[in-house]
């Protein structure tokens, strides 16, 4: 449980919309309950959970880009459930708005290391890539980030 915050905002990070956010969060919790005798005691869980969610991310994208087209517009879902107040205002950030312009690789590095705390290394381990590869991406990202919000990098 302490670690759904932090998956929640990663996913939410990840699929840029807060019900396809939720949905990431879901499909991650479940697939760690049915695979949680692969995880190993003594190693981080948050790690192991990240990068599931972002293979699962991964996968979904790539099945949604097949599938073409959805059958109901975006919009007709975001009037379900409650009254979206809480999900408004993080839409309303100027950082949250600045982060979904970013490409998804900056995104996840910036996501990572800025926001979740991980060592560079972790976030390497996570997102599959070498440690210069995911630190040149960081900075890229974050220059691009601060360029969106107005500050100079």
């Given at each position: 449980m302490?670690?759904?915050?932090?998956l929640r905002r990663f996913a939410m990070s990840l699929a840029r919309h807060p019900a396809d956010g939720d949905d990431l969060c879901q499909a991650t919790i479940e697939r760690a309950l049915t695979k949680r005798h692969q995880w190993q005691p003594g190693t981080r869980l948050d790690s192991w959970m990240m990068?599931?969610?972002?293979?699962?991310?991964?996968?979904?994208?790539?099945?949604?880009?097949?599938?073409?087209?959805?059958?109901?517009?975006?919009?007709?879902?975001?009037?379900v459930g409650g009254d979206g107040a809480q999900e408004a205002a993080v839409a309303l950030s100027d950082i949250d708005r600045?982060?979904?312009?970013?490409?998804?690789?900056?995104?996840?590095a910036v996501l990572l290391v800025m926001v979740e705390g991980y060592a560079y290394k972790e976030a390497a381990e996570i997102v599959d890539?070498?440690?210069?590869?995911?630190?040149?991406?960081?900075?890229?990202g974050r220059d691009a980030l601060l360029a969106r919000l107005g500050e100079t990098p």
């Amino acid at each position: 449980m302490a670690l759904l915050p932090r998956l929640r905002r990663f996913a939410m990070s990840l699929a840029r919309h807060p019900a396809d956010g939720d949905d990431l969060c879901q499909a991650t919790i479940e697939r760690a309950l049915t695979k949680r005798h692969q995880w190993q005691p003594g190693t981080r869980l948050d790690s192991w959970m990240m990068k599931m969610m972002r293979n699962i991310w991964i996968d979904e994208t790539r099945a949604c880009s097949r599938r073409g087209e959805t059958f109901v517009a975006e919009e007709a879902g975001m009037s379900v459930g409650g009254d979206g107040a809480q999900e408004a205002a993080v839409a309303l950030s100027d950082i949250d708005r600045a982060l979904r312009t970013l490409p998804d690789e900056q995104r996840e590095a910036v996501l990572l290391v800025m926001v979740e705390g991980y060592a560079y290394k972790e976030a390497a381990e996570i997102v599959d890539c070498p440690v210069g590869t995911l630190n040149s991406r960081l900075v890229r990202g974050r220059d691009a980030l601060l360029a969106r919000l107005g500050e100079t990098p």
